[in-house]
């Protein structure tokens, strides 16, 4: 009996599921919140709906009650079968509810796809100015800013802030912003040298 009421209680989530969903399409957030809920109350563990009440909550700035979600949601979901838009959502949740070391993953995670996915197109011999490989190295970019930045600021890990900060000016070696933010740190390991260096640049920008 209990495995047909589980069977009856899943049935159900699902279809919540997909009609919160539908309304998501067509921006009734409020009614999605609702179904998914709905979903959430019949199955804790549905990951999809879990992510999917999360993201409504974090474009509605409600940031720690969305990372909960994710996260809870995570647990039953592969990081895998997120693409690239839905990782940036968790990342910048998990950042703005100030769980630093789990959006430092998240980036991580989205920085070695990015990476394979340019050294496929270098592979496919795809030119370097192609829109499909700037747009990637422009994402690539802001991933490891994204990341230093963290690192830096609210993690305090130094040297790996450094390498993050490295690999951003390698892409966009004259982008006057990371120069400094590489600057400070440098002052702060007392390398005060190749900080002077990284200001005097900035300035000539």
């Known amino acids: 009996m209990t495995s047909v009421l589980d ?3 899943q049935a159900a989530a699902v279809e919540w599921y997909t009609r919160g969903m539908e309304c998501v399409r067509e921006s009734q957030y409020a009614s999605a919140l609702q179904m998914l809920t709905k979903a959430i109350n019949l199955n804790a563990n ?4 879990r992510f999917a009440r999360g993201r409504i909550y ?3 700035g409600h940031y720690v009650d969305a ?3 994710m996260s809870v949601g995570m647990k039953s979901m592969s990081m895998d079968t ?3 838009d839905a990782l940036q959502v968790f990342g910048d949740t998990l950042s703005n509810a100030e769980k630093y070391e789990l959006a430092c993953e998240v980036y991580a995670e989205m920085i070695r796809r990015v990476e394979k996915r340019l050294s496929t197109r270098l592979d496919r011999e795809i030119h370097t100015q192609s829109e ?3 747009s990637d190295q422009q994402t690539l970019f802001k991933l490891y800013t994204d990341r230093a930045n963290l690192l830096h600021i609210h993690l305090d890990r130094k040297r790996d802030a450094l390498s993050a900060y490295n690999q951003a000016l390698a892409i966009k070696p004259k982008d006057a912003t990371t120069l400094c933010n590489r600057g400070g740190l ?6 005060e040298e ?3 260096r990284d200001f005097d640049t900035a300035l000539s920008l």
């Open 82 to 84: 997120l693409d690239l």
């Open 132 to 134: 499909e490989y700037l």
């Open 46 to 49: 549905y990951g999809e709906a």
């Open 7 to 9: 069977s009856v209680d």
């Open 186 to 191: 440098l002052v702060q390991i007392g390398d």
């Open 67 to 69: 990372a909960n979600d």
């Open 194 to 196: 190749a900080a002077m």
């Open 58 to 60: 974090a474009e509605h």
